[in-house]
């Protein structure tokens, strides 16, 4: 779908997010969202912690898996996700604290593989993403599966791409205090969610929007996958559309 503008995309977003969660607790169900960081989703949360104050619209049924984290990477730092989901969602709704799950950037590399696979079994668990929220990097990422990236790839640690770092030099006050690597979900994790939707807005994204939309699916854009899953959403501004 495209839209004039971001404010109005994100708004049906936060409606389609909230229509699953009263869907599933009217089911007596847990809703279990996959989350995304940076500034395309910003807005929606922001929707979604006004339905929650002025509607009553309830997290309790709710369990949540981000997609990735920076490592190494301490929960209290500026940049860190964690301190990012609880700022913009979580300290502002009644999501269970035990409902939430975010790649811990803290963990010792050697366990970093039992780590891993712990966190995908956590998404099995609890029944598998019912959704899964995208942004996606000018690399053609989506978590943190920069070029390279297989459909069959896991939650693991991945060393990030110098288009990623540099485009992160401004929340680290420079490219050198950037962490070179990350802990994300895996495009053949992403892929099991049941629904998917990405989001992009601006001029910035228009040409990797264009190659994930259009291009062959392949490695070197990780988002290419994406055309295999049978239910996505693009959900776009003009500006990102714009060379579709
Ligand atoms: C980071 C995140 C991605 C996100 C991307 C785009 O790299 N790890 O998950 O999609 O940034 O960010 P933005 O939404 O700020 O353009």
Known sequence: SIYSD?????????QQIADLIRQRHGEGRPCVLGLATGSSP???????????REEGLSFRNVITFNLDEYYPMQPDS???YVRFMH????DHVDIPAENIHIPNG???QEEVAEYCRRYEADIEE????????LGIGRTGHIGFNEPGSGASSRTRLITLDHITR???ASDFYGEENVPRRALTMGVGTILEARQIVLMAWGEGKAAVIKRMVEGE???SVPATYLQRHPAVQVVLDEAAAAEL
Do not use: K, N
């Not at 971001?6 to 936060?14: I, K, P, Y």
């Not at 910003?42 to 929650?52: D, G, K, P, S």
């Open 6 to 14: 971001s404010e109005q995309a994100s708004v049906a977003v936060a």
């Open 42 to 52: 910003t807005r929606v949360y922001e929707e979604l912690v006004r339905m929650h």
């Open 78 to 80: 500026l940049q860190s």
């Open 87 to 90: 700022e913009y969602l979580f």
């Open 106 to 108: 803290t963990i010792r």
């Open 126 to 133: 609890a029944g598998g993403i019912d959704l899964q929220l």
């Open 166 to 168: 540099t485009d992160a």
């Open 217 to 219: 699916p392949t490695d």
